[in-house]
């Protein structure tokens, strides 16, 4: 009878080591899980951060790009107009020299 209580207290002592191994155990798997929904929320934070200045870099490279074909774009405008205007008074000179000349002409057909 003796033996079998010393059995039975060995193996309540067995019970009673394997319950808090797994107290432990669950103790640390607590612990991790709660570390890595920490991490889980600060890479979640960051990651917002970085799509927010992303985003912000990318507005204003396309605000910039924008700004930089506008003023191109004027640039090129304004030289057309040059351009055409410069033109149109070679024309108009041109036309002037010939009236003049045609005129010259008529005056002379005239004194022979």
């Known amino acids: 009878m003796h033996n079998m209580s010393a059995s039975q207290d ?3 002592s ?10 432990d155990v669950q103790k640390d798997i607590d612990s991790y899980k709660s570390k890595i929904e920490d991490q889980i929320i600060q890479l979640e934070s960051e990651l ?5 200045s992303a ?6 490279l396309v605000d910039s790009n924008v700004e930089k074909a506008t003023k ?3 640039a090129e405008t304004q030289k057309t107009i040059e351009e055409a205007k410069t033109k149109s008074k070679d024309i ?3 036309i002037t ?3 003049a000349q045609d005129i010259v002409k008529i005056l002379l057909k ?3």
């Open 48 to 52: 917002e951060k970085a799509i927010a």
């Open 10 to 12: 060995q193996y309540i």
């Open 72 to 74: 191109q774009a004027n």
């Open 92 to 94: 108009t000179s041109q």
């Open 110 to 112: 005239g004194v022979e």
């Open 14 to 23: 067995s019970l009673k080591k394997i319950k808090q191994v797994e107290e």
């Open 55 to 60: 985003k912000a870099e990318g507005e204003k």
């Open 97 to 99: 020299a010939q009236k």
